[in-house]
C-alpha cells in the first residue's frame, strides 16, 4: 500500500497530509499567527483569584489569561497560590470562543520572575512520529524542513521512511490531489460512494451531522439500506472528524433502523473506527430513533477556525480568509515563475492585498522567484477575494 506524507511551506504556515492509496488520511497545519500551545509550558503570574469559580487568572504572555482550576494546583504550591506571584504552568486546553487556555500547575524550582515560555512541543515532529502505519516517503519543499526531519527520524522505530527535497515542487499539495480534498473538508455535503451523503453543520455550540440515503439502493428493502447506508456513513464520520478536528459535542442523525442487532453493530463498529482517532473522545448509548451523541476532545483549532471565517447573519455562513487566498496566490505565482521570467504582479480585493503586504512569506517568494512582487488592488472586487496574476 503506498502511504506517502506530504509537507509544504510559506513562512507562517506548515502544511502536512499522509496520503493512504491517493486518500487523505491525516493532515495539519500550523498557522504561526494561530499557534497550538497545549503542552507548551510557561512561567506564569497570578493575576486574579476567585474563590467563586475555584479557580485562578495567569498572564502567559497571551492576548487572554489563562484559567487555573484551584483543584488541578498541587498541595506543595498551595501557599505559592496568591495575586503576583510565580508559577510554571501547562496548557492543557487550548483557547477558543471567549474562553482563554486552560492551563494546570507544575513543581518547578528556580522559576524567574518575569513571564515567559519554557517549553514548546513542536508540532510538526510531534505529527510525523505519531504516525503509525510504516511510512513509505516523505516529501517536503523547504530544504531546512527536510533535514529536520531527517534528525527526527532516528527516533522512528521500523521502516524509516526516505526524505525527498522537492524545491521545484511549490505547488506539492496540488501535484498530489491533496488541494482538492482540502477543499472537500470544508464543504458541507460529503458524498458516499454508495450514493448517500452526510451534511456536516459545524457550530459554535455543538456539530451535527445528518445522513442521507440520496441515491443509494438496496434489494434487502429499507432495513438492509439503512443498516448498510450507516455502516459506510461511520466510517466516513469518523474520517472527517479527524480530519476536520471537529471538537466539543456531536451530534449524528442516522437513518433509523427496527432491528436492535443492527443498532448494536453499528455503535461496536463506531466504537472501533473512533479508536484509530489518537484525540480522545466519548462515545454515548445509541438512541432506538437513530441519534448518536459523542463528545471529541479539543486539541487545538478545527480546520473551519484555520482556513475560514464566519459571514452572514449571526456569523452562520463561512469564507475562505484572506491568508488562506493569499498562501494559494504566492504558491501559484512561485509555481508559474519556474516555467516564466515575466514580472510578477497580484491584483486581488484590498483584505488580500493587505494581507499580503504585511506577511513574512512575500519576501520569501520573491526571493524564490529572483523577480519582485507588486501588488494592485482591485476597485472593482469588494467583497469577493479572487487573485490575478498580470
Known amino acids: 500500500m503506498d502511504n506517502e506524507i506530504y509537507i509544504d511551506f510559506l513562512p507562517g504556515l506548515i502544511r502536512a497530509a499522509r496520503l493512504e492509496e491517493d486518500r487523505l488520511e491525516d493532515l495539519l497545519i500550523i498557522r504561526a499567527d494561530k499557534p497550538q500551545i497545549v503542552g507548551n509550558q510557561y512561567v506564569g503570574r497570578i493575576t486574579a483569584i476567585d474563590r467563586g469559580l475555584g479557580a485562578a487568572f495567569v498572564d502567559i504572555g497571551l492576548a487572554q489569561h489563562g484559567f487555573l482550576p484551584l483543584q488541578d494546583v498541587p498541595k506543595a504550591l498551595g501557599d505559592k497560590i496568591s495575586e503576583g506571584n510565580y508559577l510554571c504552568v501547562e496548557a492543557v486546553r ?180 473512533l479508536k484509530e482517532d489518537c484525540v480522545g473522545h466519548k462515545l454515548l448509548p445509541l438512541y432506538m430513533t437513530g441519534i448518536q451523541e459523542l463528545t471529541r476532545k479539543r486539541a487545538g483549532l478545527s480546520l473551519q477556525d484555520l482556513l475560514l471565517s464566519p459571514v452572514g447573519i449571526g456569523g452562520l455562513g463561512h469564507e475562505k480568509t484572506p491568508f488562506v487566498y493569499g498562501m494559494a496566490a504566492l504558491r501559484q505565482l512561485w509555481s508559474g515563475s519556474i516555467h516564466q521570467t515575466r514580472p510578477k504582479r497580484i491584483v486581488a480585493s484590498h483584505r488580500v492585498v493587505e494581507f499580503l503586504g504585511s506577511c513574512t512569506a512575500l519576501p520569501y517568494v520573491e526571493e524564490k522567484t529572483g523577480a519582485k512582487i507588486s501588488l494592485h488592488e482591485s476597485s472593482v472586487w469588494t467583497s469577493d477575494d479572487v487573485v490575478v496574476f498580470e
Not at 242 to 248: E, P
Request: proline share 3%; aromatic share 6%.
Open 94 to 273: 487550548e483557547a477558543f470562543d471567549d474562553k482563554g487556555v486552560r492551563v494546570k500547575a507544575r513543581i518547578k524550582d528556580d522559576l524567574p520572575a518575569s513571564v515567559k515560555a519554557l517549553k514548546t512541543v513542536d508540532r510538526l515532529r510531534e505529527w510525523i512520529l505519531r504516525q503509525k502505519r510504516e511510512v513509505d516517503c516523505i516529501h517536503v519543499t523547504d530544504a531546512r524542513i527536510a533535514q529536520e526531519i531527517r534528525s527526527y527520524l532516528s527516533e522512528w522505530k521500523e521502516g524509516r521512511p526516505t526524505v525527498k527535497h522537492l524545491a521545484e515542487r511549490p505547488d506539492l499539495f496540488e501535484y498530489a490531489g491533496i488541494e482538492e480534498q482540502i477543499e472537500q473538508l470544508i464543504q458541507v455535503e460529503v458524498g458516499l460512494p454508495s450514493g448517500g451523503s452526510l451534511l456536516f453543520e459545524q457550530g459554535r455550540t455543538l456539530t451535527a451531522i445528518d445522513v442521507n440515503k440520496g441515491t443509494m439502493q438496496h434489494n434487502g428493502g429499507s432495513e438492509m439500506l439503512h443498516y448498510q447506508l450507516n455502516l459506510e456513513a461511520a466510517e466516513e464520520i469518523g474520517r472527517q472528524l479527524k480530519l476536520r478536528n471537529v471538537a466539543g459535542r456531536i451530534i449524528i442523525d442516522f437513518p433509523y433502523m427496527k432491528s436492535a442487532d443492527h443498532r448494536k453493530n453499528l455503535q461496536a463498529r463506531f466504537k472501533e473506527i
